[in-house]
């Protein structure tokens, strides 16, 4: 799954450089083995304290921008990145995303921010919750410049992600329907096949958008980070 994500990515015409940021943990070492035989770059950090794993990640480097792109989005949309990284440029903003406002179906989302964003986040976020999901304090806290990528009409009650067995389930149907006919096939792709079989929406109905982040919403704390 991790395999095709960064094939997706990697077929942006307007991304640069392509890093995978894991943990430090055995269970991720197949992680990095995969880096490894795909020459893809990739950094070992904290399982918890993401934001610091991504920092740190970004810190070899020191980009103008960084785009995130989770591994639980097989469907990412190549075309949707290229699109939301010009946005982002020509309005110079510190922050573009389409989960601002939910319009796209989960599993397409993709936050685009400064380097600056994430060092000031990385240095002042306090929150486990922000530590745990990486972009919370830029999207909600400090004097950000933000824009949020909306589509029209809303998909936002489609589930593309892969979080559960069902979910990769359903993926794993729209992937032997399409794969073999355009390995980067898009949003309209995906549209048509499910307008067409459209009981496959039923395999994960029903499960929570954002349900770890809700969740870690409900146990936050603050944090000592000395």
């Not at 979080?163 to 359903?170: A, C, G, I, R």
């Amino acid at each position: 799954m991790l395999q095709h994500i960064i094939e997706r990515v990697k077929n942006c015409k307007n991304v640069d450089y392509v890093m995978v940021a894991t943990t430090k943990k055995d269970t991720d070492n197949e992680i990095a083995f995969l880096c490894q035989k795909m020459d893809i770059d990739y950094y070992r950090g904290s399982e918890n304290d993401v934001l610091d794993r991504y920092y740190q990640a970004a810190n070899l480097y020191k980009p103008e921008n960084i785009i995130r792109v989770t591994a639980d989005c097989p469907l990412i949309d190549s075309q949707l990145i290229d699109e939301m990284i010009e946005i982002h440029a020509n309005g110079n903003y510190d922050y573009t995303s389409n989960t601002l406002v939910e319009t796209y179906p989960d599993g397409l989302d993709a936050e685009i921010f400064k380097f600056s964003a994430l060092e000031k986040a990385w240095k002042e976020a306090d929150l486990a919750s922000e530590r745990e999901h990486v972009t919370p304090y830029i999207k909600f806290k400090g004097d950000f410049k933000k824009y949020s990528v909306e589509r029209k009409p809303s998909l936002a009650e489609k589930r593309w992600t892969v979080d559960t067995e069902k979910d990769f389930e359903m993926v794993s149907k729209i992937y032997e329907a399409l794969y073999s006919k355009n390995q980067y096939f898009g949003t309209n792709d995906i549209l048509k096949f499910i307008e067409n079989h459209k009981s496959i929406e039923l395999v994960n109905s029903g499960i929570i958008r954002n349900e770890g982040y809700l969740k870690s919403l409900e146990n936050d704390y603050n944090i000592n980070k000395n």
